[in-house]
């Protein structure tokens, strides 16, 4: 079981930039498939952004392609989101998730119910 706790979210102008993180409570190296996804009131949790273990593919949702990068730090158990070019639709609760590597990481971006395990969320909000 493994633990994961976001930060880096907060308040910020269209256009600008935020960089989230989620440290694990160990290690993740091709253990864990992780990803990040968001959720607004009222709506599903919707998948952002996967990366697999350890070949370091990424897979995005299209509505954030070209402008978020997800990676991974193994040395420091962290996955990161660099979110770039933000604009008001981007506003969410963003959270990250871990799914047991035991057949492959998913080679896209799986729906929220596909992961085991999941931080408490970190809030972007994005204003025009």
């Known amino acids: 079981q493994v633990q994961l706790v976001e930060s880096g979210g907060g308040s910020v102008q269209a256009g600008g930039s935020l960089r989230l993180s989620c440290v694990a409570s160990g290690s993740i190296y091709r253990r864990y498939c992780m990803g990040w996804f968001r959720q607004v009131p009222g709506k599903e949790r919707q998948g952002v952004a996967t990366?697999?273990?350890?070949?370091?593919?990424?897979y995005y949702a299209d509505s954030v392609k070209g402008r978020f990068t997800i990676s991974q730090d193994d040395s420091k158990n962290t996955l990161y989101l660099q979110m770039n070019s933000l604009n008001p639709g981007d506003t969410a609760m963003y959270y990250c998730?871990?799914?047991?590597?035991?057949?492959?990481?998913?080679?896209?971006?799986?729906?929220?119910?596909?992961?085991?395990?999941w931080g408490q969320g970190t809030q972007v909000t994005v204003s025009s």
């Open positions: 990366i697999t273990t350890p070949g370091r593919n990424t």
């Open positions: 998730a871990a799914r047991h590597n035991i057949i492959g990481c998913p080679r896209r971006v799986p729906p929220s119910d596909e992961y085991h395990y």
